[in-house]
């Protein structure tokens, strides 16, 4: 018996050694997929290694649609789970635990719980990544770099960004078209503005779109098979990537980034340049995080956490910015009352600035500073807000602990587009902002640059770079919509940010300043 038993074994080992493996494989897959059942907390039914993510990980279903269909499945839930990969997520949706998550009680939730080696790329030093007291020490030392001094000293350069980039509609218009992607345009405009302001560097990209600057940009944040696949890994069997030292963004564009600021720093250096600039705030940092001797910080900081802070800032800067204000355009040439309203308090404050584009102009702009937030809610650059618990957190209503190393994701583009908190919110309104309407929403239900301690560091500056520039634009030119116009927009483009697919078509009429 015992012969028979061991031959049949010998003869069929290859097919129990297959499903040794499968079943092997099928346990590690699907381990994780008991958790939200096991703490009564409501959640998406997931499938064998992919979890909810199966659609998006096949490019079957953009991230605005999959995101939007996990927001609205369980509408009277403040918060429910799913499963990214075998990764257990938390999405919370509730705008009570959403401000206390990033603002109240944020020193439960100090990090996004973003897992990037510092082996495999640079920018795992930069802010964006950084965890813990690293972050923070980090942060206290770049923030003189965003002071209302350092703004003021750019509102010039800014400026001048902006005529050059008026001189180029007028070339364009020269030529006998008057039809002009708004997103070229404005993309060499805030890589000029980045460029000049943060780095001392004059780059001329609005008069050439395939500059190197413009050109790695773009690759920084392209969505490809490669990057899709690594972040998979990364989920599966994070070791892979760490062991293998994976890069998840371009080498080619990291390095040319690095070798870039790295001799912006040596030069400043070698010939003792120094400007109010971030460039010169990176380089302080360096002095007192690097350099300096016998330093009391319990991190060690080396020079990748300058360069890798200088790319993120420059590119995220840059791209986020130009977005933004292509979509403002868009919306402004659809809504020409809204447009008509917000020329008419430029001209107003001009004349009352005597025409000086200073600090006190820009803050006396109340109803374009409500059309931009419109914009940024209707048009949320970055799709999800992500947090990591860092230790245990107990609901306000003590009716769940979210424990330790739980990764929670903050669906701020739904959010946003909640007719709940935004009534009719494909329409473009900014009363919506209006001090009345903005004290009857609840706290944690608007958040295009983030809240709390962790709000993006570069929100004044963005804010008054679109300022100046569309009180230089619309000043001189009504924006209009063209036939080659694209109504509605499609938004649902292939890189990391919420950007138009096939661009932002407009005409520009010049106009006579009153």
């Known amino acids: 018996m015992t012969s028979s038993m061991t031959e049949w074994l010998l003869d069929n080992f290859t097919y129990l050694s297959l499903i040794a493996v499968f079943a092997s494989f099928y346990y590690y897959s699907t381990s994780t997929y008991s958790k939200w059942q096991k703490l009564n907390i409501p959640y998406l039914q997931p499938v064998p290694l992919f979890g909810n993510t199966t659609r998006i990980m096949m490019r079957l279903e953009h ?68 965890k813990g007291s690293k972050w923070r020490t980090m942060r206290q030392k770049l923030s003189p770099g965003f002071t209302s001094g350092k703004l003021k000293d750019a509102y010039f350069q800014i400026n001048e960004c902006g005529d050059e980039m008026v001189s180029g509609i007028v070339e364009t218009i020269e030529k006998k078209t008057d039809r002009i992607d708004v997103k070229t345009v404005t993309s060499g405009f805030s890589t000029d503005v980045i460029g000049t302001c943060a780095f001392g560097m004059k780059l001329d990209a609005i008069k050439n779109d395939d500059s190197d600057f413009r050109r790695y940009v773009k690759i920084m944040f392209q969505t490809t098979w490669r990057q899709m696949i690594v972040q998979a890994l990364s989920m599966i069997c994070p070791w892979v990537i760490k062991v293998l030292r994976v890069q998840m963004f371009s080498v080619e564009a990291t390095n040319f980034f690095q070798n870039v600021f790295t001799d912006v720093i040596d030069y400043r250096e070698k010939h003792n340049v120094i400007r109010n600039d971030l460039a010169q705030t990176l380089m302080q940092a ?58 008419a308090e430029i001209f107003s404050m001009k004349a009352k600035h005597d025409g000086q584009l200073t600090n006190d102009y820009l803050m006396d702009l109340h109803y374009t500073t409500m059309v ?143």
């Open 63 to 130: 991230p605005i649609d999959l995101f939007e269909r996990f927001y609205n499945s369980f509408p009277d839930a403040k918060l429910f789970g799913f499963y990214q990969m075998r990764d257990p997520i938390l999405l919370v949706r509730d705008p009570e635990l959403i401000n206390s998550i990033l603002v109240k009680d944020f020193s439960y939730f100090t990090d996004h719980g973003l897992d990037l080696d510092p082996s495999s790329t640079v920018l795992a030093n930069s802010l964006f990544f950084a």
């Open 286 to 343: 360096r002095k007192e995080l690097v350099l300096k001797e016998n330093t009391t910080s319990e991190d060690k900081f080396t020079d990748d956490d300058i360069i890798g802070n200088a790319i993120v800032m420059f590119t995220a800067g840059s791209e986020t910015v130009s977005s933004l204000l292509s979509f403002c355009l868009y919306e402004l040439a659809l809504n020409k009352e809204a447009q008509d309203k917000l020329r």
């Open 372 to 514: 931009l937030e419109e914009t940024g809610r209707k048009y949320t650059i970055a799709l999800n807000l992500m947090r990591v618990a860092t230790k245990s957190y107990t609901l306000p209503d003590k009716s769940f602990v979210i424990e330790k190393g739980q990764k929670l994701i903050i669906p701020m583009f739904s959010i946003h587009r909640d007719p709940k908190y935004y009534p009719d919110p494909l329409r473009f309104d900014p009363e919506r902002f209006s001090a009345e309407q903005k004290s009857q929403r609840p706290n944690g239900t608007y958040m295009p640059f983030g809240d709390g301690p962790r709000l993006c560091i570069g929100k004044r500056f963005a804010e008054s770079e679109m300022k100046l520039v569309l009180s230089n634009v619309l000043s001189k030119y009504e924006v209009l919509p063209c036939e080659q116009t694209e109504i509605p927009l499609n938004i649902r483009s292939g890189i990391g940010f919420i950007s138009a697919k096939n661009g932002v078509v407009l005409k520009f009429r010049p106009i006579v300043e009153h």
